[in-house]
C-alpha cells in the first residue's frame, strides 16, 4: 500500500541552525502538508501547498518556515533558525486532491529537539 | 470558526471493559467530513474512519463503532471489549472546504490507558 515517507525520524539541531525536514507524499497525490504536534498537545496545521505554491498557512507559519518542493517526489520544511520552541513532531500529510472529503494520509513524523 | 473539542484528557479502563470517547465538532459548513486517527506510543498518525456530513448511518468496525449526531454535533468513538494495544492518543478531525480551506483541524485527543 502507498505511504507517506519521511526523513530523518529523529532531528537534534542547535538554536539558531536551519534544518530541512523531508517528506515523500503518495505519488499521484497533489495536496501537500506539515502538521506539527509539541510533545502532550494536538496536532496543528501549518502550510498546505499546491501546483508549487502555498494554499493556506497558519499564524504559526512565520517567515523563519518555508516549504518547497525541489523535484517530482520530496516535498521538505525548512526552518531557517530554529528556536528551543520548534522542538516538536513535525507531520507530513497527502491527499489526491482538495476536496476535504478526501482522507489526508500521514507520513511517521521527524521528531525535532532543538537544544 | 471551525473546532473540535475532546472533552477526555485521558481515560483509563481494565481490559475487557467497553469505552466512548466523545466528540463534538463546530463548524458553519453544510458539508463537512469527520475523521478519527489514532496514535499510539510510536507516534505516527493511524486512520481509522472517515464520515461526510450527509451520512449519519452509524458505522462498526469489528470492536470498532462510531456514532454521528448532527443534531448534537457529535461524533462518539466507541471500542467495545477493550484490549491492551488499543492504548493511544485518539484524535477526532474535522474538514470543511468553505470556511476551512483545505486543512485538518484537530481535536485535543483522549488518551485511553487499557489495563490488563
Known amino acids: 500500500e502507498p505511504e507517506v515517507t519521511q526523513t530523518p525520524s529523529h532531528q537534534v539541531t542547535q538554536m539558531g541552525q536551519e534544518v530541512i525536514l523531508r517528506c515523500v507524499p503518495i505519488?499521484?497525490?497533489?495536496?501537500f502538508y506539515w502538521y506539527r504536534q509539541i510533545l502532550g498537545q494536538k496536532v496543528e496545521f501549518l502550510v498546505s501547498f499546491y501546483n508549487n505554491e502555498i494554499s493556506e498557512k497558519s499564524e504559526i507559519f512565520d517567515d523563519q518556515f518555508s516549504v518547497e518542493r525541489p523535484d517530482g517526489s520530496n516535498f521538505t520544511l525548512k526552518i531557517r533558525s530554529t528556536k528551543l520552541e520548534d522542538s516538536a513532531m513535525y507531520f507530513c500529510?497527502?491527499?489526491?486532491?482538495?476536496?476535504?472529503?478526501?482522507?489526508?494520509?500521514f507520513g511517521p513524523g521527524t521528531r525535532l529537539l532543538v537544544l | 470558526a471551525q473546532k473540535v473539542t475532546q472533552a477526555q484528557t485521558e481515560i483509563s479502563v481494565v481490559e475487557k471493559e467497553d469505552v466512548t470517547l466523545d466528540c463534538v465538532y463546530e463548524?458553519?459548513?453544510?458539508?463537512?467530513?469527520l475523521f478519527w486517527y489514532k496514535q499510539p506510543p510510536s507516534g505516527e498518525l493511524v486512520f481509522l474512519i472517515r464520515r461526510n456530513s450527509f451520512d449519519e448511518q452509524n458505522e462498526i468496525s469489528g470492536r470498532y463503532s462510531w456514532n454521528f449526531q448532527k443534531s448534537t454535533s457529535s461524533f462518539n468513538f466507541t471500542i467495545t471489549a477493550s484490549q491492551v494495544v488499543d492504548s493511544a492518543v485518539y484524535f477526532c478531525?474535522?474538514?470543511?472546504?468553505?470556511?476551512?480551506?483545505?486543512?485538518?483541524?484537530f481535536g485535543a485527543g483522549t488518551r485511553l490507558f487499557v489495563k490488563a
Open positions: 463548524t458553519r459548513d453544510t458539508t463537512y467530513y
Open positions: 500529510a497527502s491527499r489526491e486532491t482538495g476536496s476535504p472529503q478526501e482522507t489526508q494520509y
Open positions: 478531525a474535522l474538514s470543511a472546504l468553505n470556511t476551512g480551506g483545505f486543512k485538518t483541524i
Open positions: 505519488s499521484n497525490h497533489l495536496y
